[in-house]
């Protein structure tokens, strides 16, 4: 049976380590409305946050969990130019995470588990209030330091195809902004 194409972002897997609140400016750099397991980034100004960007050499700081407004009351996301807010983060550098591959042409396979691979951008769902962010299957897990993610394994789960579109996989942030270096596969 193909695996169901439910994009969600990432997703806290097992147990989660830590969550922090930060704060997100009125208006995100990152010009996007901020979903439930959109990876984010510290903007380097105080204890404040925003939306993360996808590829190699771009760090990520965690997940987030939750969204609030000014005043402390949870909202169902954070609309960008919609005011300041809160964002809560799975921001622990050795959290574990599942996330969804984008279904591209190459798929992700078992010889992939413990490779690097990156994120890929996705639109977030007003209905749901997920995010769109997946696994770029075209990356294969490789030796890039820089890339985002590490895969550990594939979700274990009847209906989670391995080598088929759409598998959800295991894996913790390789490039976390909270690390002194940045890992390659093996180590």
């Known amino acids: 049976m193909a695996n169901i194409n439910r994009p969600k972002g990432l997703e806290v897997y097992d147990c989660l380590l830590r969550a922090t609140l930060y704060q997100v400016p009125s208006a995100v750099g990152g010009n996007v409305d901020i979903f439930i397991g959109d990876p984010v980034i510290l ?13 190699t050499g771009n760090p990520l700081l965690g997940a987030v969990l939750a969204t609030y407004d ?24 050795d959290q574990l995470f599942s ?10 396979d078992v010889n992939d588990s413990g490779g690097n691979v990156n994120l890929v951008t996705g639109t977030g769902s007003t209905v749901s209030y997920r995010s769109g ?7 294969t897990g490789g030796t890039t330091p820089g890339d985002q993610i590490r895969l550990m394994k594939a979700v274990p789960r009847a209906d989670n195809t391995v080598g088929d579109a759409n598998a959800d996989w295991i894996f913790r942030i390789n490039n976390h902004q909270q690390v002194a270096g940045i890992v390659g596969v093996g180590v």
């Open 133 to 139: 962010w997946e696994i770029n299957e075209s990356d």
């Open 99 to 108: 996330a969804q591959g984008d279904g591209d042409t190459t798929y992700l």
């Open 43 to 55: 903007t380097g100004t105080g204890n404040q946050c925003d939306i993360a960007t996808g590829g």
């Open 70 to 93: 000014t005043n402390g009351v949870p909202t169902n996301y954070h609309v960008d130019n919609g005011g300041a807010g809160f964002l809560l983060v799975a921001d622990h550098p």
